[in-house]
Each structure stands twice: as C-alpha cells, then as structure tokens.
C-alpha cells in the first residue's frame, strides 16, 4: 500500500528549541529506515547550530531560500536542491530573503 504525506502549515509546531517550526512526515512504518518531518524556517528566524549524530540526513528544499554554515562553509540552499549533513557535519540553517524556508528532511541513524 502506497503512503503519502503532504505539507500541512495548521499542523506546524515549534521544534529544535522553538528555532524552526515543523511538522511530521511520513508515518512509522516498519518499511522506513528514517525519520522524516517538515521544516519551516521563517524571516528572522536560525536554526539552532547543531553537529550531526551516528547517522546522516537529507534536506529537500520546497519553498523559499536559506543559508547552510556547515563546518565553516556557507551554502545557498533553495528549491531544486538536495542537501546531505553526513555523520558529524556541524552546521545551522538561517532564513534568507522573504519567503518562509519549507523543507522535507529525512534522518537516519546506525
């Protein structure tokens, strides 16, 4: 059976220290290995700095633009792009221009 998800701005809840606004992804399922949510980063608005655990995760930029530091680079992340935080990678994701930062992210650990 196929499952879906999709984007739900009612369903936003403050995350990671109410720096970013999120909501879940994809249900448990024994078939995932990873976790997954959306993530909404708003003007004025920077992830907290964090370093990435045992496992790796994925964002996939849906609307809007965002600066990623990670080890000390800077990165434009935005639509169309695909972003990899493998294990240890120390970053934080600050809001650019006007429109909201929305992305899927996916996690997994070892």
């Given at each position: 059976?196929?499952?879906?998800?999709?984007?739900?701005?009612?369903?936003l809840q403050?995350?990671?220290?109410?720096?970013?606004?999120?909501?879940?992804?994809?249900?448990?399922?024994?078939?995932?290995?990873?976790?997954?949510?959306?993530?909404?980063?708003?003007?004025?608005?920077?992830?907290?700095?964090?370093?990435?655990?045992?496992?790796?995760?994925?964002?996939?930029?849906?609307?809007?633009?965002?600066?990623?530091?990670?080890?000390?680079?800077?990165?434009?992340?935005?639509?169309?792009?695909?972003?990899?935080?493998?294990?240890?990678?120390?970053?934080?994701?600050?809001?650019t221009g006007?429109?909201?930062?929305?992305?899927?992210?996916?996690?997994?650990?070892?």
């Open positions: 059976m196929l499952i879906k998800t999709s984007f739900d701005p009612a369903k403050a995350s990671h220290g109410g720096t970013i606004l999120a909501h879940g992804g994809l249900p448990t399922h024994p078939a995932l290995p990873f976790g997954s949510a959306f993530g909404v980063i708003r003007k004025g608005m920077a992830q907290e700095r964090m370093v990435q655990g045992e496992g790796g995760k994925i964002y996939v930029p849906i609307g809007g633009s965002a600066l990623i530091i990670a080890d000390g680079e800077s990165y434009t992340a935005q639509p169309g792009d695909v972003i990899f935080f493998p294990p240890g990678t120390d970053h934080e994701v600050r809001h006007e429109e909201d930062f929305r992305n899927f992210c996916l996690w997994w650990t070892r």
